[in-house]
């Protein structure tokens, strides 16, 4: 699998993901790709696989197969040097340092990097993006409505620059109207030409914002496919749907 | 770098700052007057700072609870002891033997780290202890078939510092002033205590203070910022191991003699209820905490009898008994009302919010 780096190339490339909890497989030998600049979402019902797959993705956990990003083999990489190549993961549950403030979240996420006045400049930057932080900069962050730890989730995975943002169910808990406005949140940052790898539950609404989509059942893929095809898919609505 | 230390009242607050030192430098003649016994009992009290300060690195900064703390002061202690004692025939002065230890202790928290990578909360707390255990129950058997510990029977006849002609063993007179051990190991204690203290501010204004911070708030959290937590996990061990073995080498020297019997499980949990009641991750907090606990045990071993005898005329309980008593109940009472430490860290931690601002 020697494939060249180019524009047509996929920035993200998983073939055959396996993952294993002791004797236990999660992920029987799944395989998808996301192109640069796209927007995809892996759909499915809860203990699919979903959750562990994009863990797999950002290497929290072990798995067999072959993850490619960007042309690299990042199998064995470990978790902490991906935000350095672009890679950022929005984990499950919010996952925000809930005792410190909505600023210090922000630079932490920016840890690795050392420019200072371009940490500054990207702070105000997601600040202008999520305003409603920006009125609380010295709130702790534990002390914020879910939807909003769950914007400041996702400005803290931007302070790190990334290409490709995996983002973890972020709609899980939300009043609606909350996840309307994470969903607003993420579609411009895809605008921004961030590539987004989206897992979700709530299928209706990935479906809507996404350009293709995977859906995945007991650790396997079952049908992938356009979000308007799977829109329009009989299995896709009454699955997950609510349509009999 | 940045050069200042998140340190209250250096700038602007300098009367303070000089009160408190010439308090500190005047203290172990004062406490001379009352009883040599009281500048010995001030010394562990700041060798218990010491301890809690290294103990801070591990619980308060980066969270990981640890409760085989004992162990490094133990791996410190033993390292002088056999490096400055009979028992070998080996005498090497005490400014070799004391990186010499930290280092040790050092290595042995790095090892003891590497097992815990992926325990947390009360997982890490068991193989902590068991951990701690082991090192004491070591220093027990090590007499058979090579004698390397002297098994329970411990060291004895460990030197004392030595610098020049100053010999902490013996009493000197200058300027009119009895110098007496104690007090010799006093001052040297209390410049142990300001490097540790600055070391601490450092770390914790430091890089890898935030990255501490960040494992102690959210690993994974952590782990998708970019944060190597493996590494800044062992690091932490490591650098709290090195504090307890430097105060290990200077307990051995003070004490004069070292055995298992002091490094049991007890003054772990002691040491941890000095960092928790001071106020996990403050370093001036565990500072209080620490003396406060050190210090209350002895005030009421000295005040319980007579307090007895004026009020009911005989002894009513056993001084040991009611002295633990009310220990107990004071640490029971603090943690209900001020459940996160007398003196606890900001939240709003500053060093990163000046980041921010930059």
């Given amino acids: ?244 | 770098m940045r050069t200042h230390l998140n340190l209250p009242s250096i700038k602007g607050n300098v009367l303070p700052m000089v009160l408190l030192a010439i308090a500190l430098i005047a203290l172990p003649f004062a406490l001379a007057l009352v009883g040599t016994a009281w500048v010995r009992i001030t010394n562990f009290a700041v060798l218990f700072v010491l301890l809690s300060l290294g103990l801070n690195i591990v619980v308060g900064f980066a969270g990981l609870l640890d409760l085989g703390y004992v162990a490094f002061f133990a791996v410190g202690a033993y390292v002088y002891a056999l490096l400055a004692s009979p028992h070998f025939g080996i005498h090497l002065p005490f400014w070799i033997i004391l990186p010499i230890g930290a280092f040790v202790a050092c290595i042995a928290g790095a090892v003891l780290g590497a097992p815990t990578l992926k325990l947390r909360g009360d997982y890490l707390a068991i193989v902590t202890l068991g951990f701690g255990e082991i090192v004491r129950i070591f220093m027990n058997n090590m007499s058979n078939p090579i004698n390397i510990t002297n098994g329970p029977k411990g060291i004895a006849q460990i030197d004392p510092f030595q610098i020049g002609p100053i010999d902490f063993g013996k009493s000197d007179l200058l300027a009119g002033l009895n110098f007496s051990g104690p007090i010799k190991y006093y001052y040297f204690l209390m410049l142990a205590l300001m490097l540790v203290v600055v070391i601490n501010g450092r770390l914790k204004d430091s890089r890898i203070g935030r990255a501490w911070v960040a494992i102690r708030e959210d690993e994974v959290a952590a782990k998708a910022s970019g944060i190597n937590t493996r590494n800044i996990k062992l690091l932490a061990f490591a650098m709290g191991a090195s504090f307890g073995g430097l105060s290990g080498g200077m307990f051995a020297a003070i004490q004069g003699f070292v055995s298992p019997e002091s490094f049991v499980l007890n003054e772990s949990i002691m040491i941890l209820a000095m960092v928790v009641l001071g106020g996990m991750g403050n370093i001036f907090g565990v500072i209080a905490g620490a003396v406060l606990l050190s210090f209350l045990p002895e005030i009421l071993r000295y005040t319980v009898e007579p307090v007895q005898m004026a009020v009911f005329g005989h002894m009513w309980i056993d001084p040991e008994v009611l002295r633990m008593l009310i220990f107990g109940l004071a640490l029971v009472l603090t943690m209900r009302y001020r459940p996160a430490g007398l003196w606890p860290e900001s939240r709003h931690r500053r060093e990163m919010t000046v980041v921010a601002n930059k």
Avoid: W
């Fill in chain 1, 1 to 244: 699998m020697n494939r060249p780096t180019n524009s047509s190339s996929p920035l993200l490339d998983a073939l055959n993901l396996e993952i294993h909890y002791g004797g236990i497989a999660a992920v029987k030998g799944v395989s998808f790709s996301v192109m640069q600049g796209e927007m995809v979402c892996l759909l499915g019902a809860n203990g699919a696989g979903k959750t562990s797959t994009l863990k797999a993705l950002a290497r929290m956990i072990n798995s067999t197969g072959e993850i490619r990003y960007a042309g690299e083999k990042i199998n064995q990489l470990p978790s902490h040097v991906l935000i350095n190549k672009g890679l950022a993961l929005v984990p499950e549950g919010r996952g925000i340092f809930a005792r410190l403030t909505i600023a210090e979240n922000l630079t932490m996420g920016a840890y690795h990097r050392n420019d200072k006045a371009e940490i500054a400049a990207d702070v105000e930057r997601i600040f202008t993006m999520l305003p409603r932080l920006k009125e609380r900069e010295k709130q702790v962050a534990g002390t914020l409505s879910g939807g909003e730890q769950q914007m400041l989730a996702i400005g803290r995975a931007l302070m790190g620059r990334p290409k490709l943002l995996l983002l973890d169910e972020p709609s899980m808990g939300l009043a609606p109207i909350m996840v309307a406005k994470v969903f607003e949140v993420i579609q411009s940052v895809a605008a921004q030409g961030v590539t987004i790898f989206l897992v979700e539950q709530n299928a209706l609404l990935a479906l809507k914002v996404c350009s293709r989509g995977y859906v995945m059942e007991s650790g396997k893929i079952t049908i992938a496919d356009t979000a308007p095809n799977l829109l329009a898919d009989a299995r896709v609505r009454a699955a997950y749907l609510g349509e009999c």
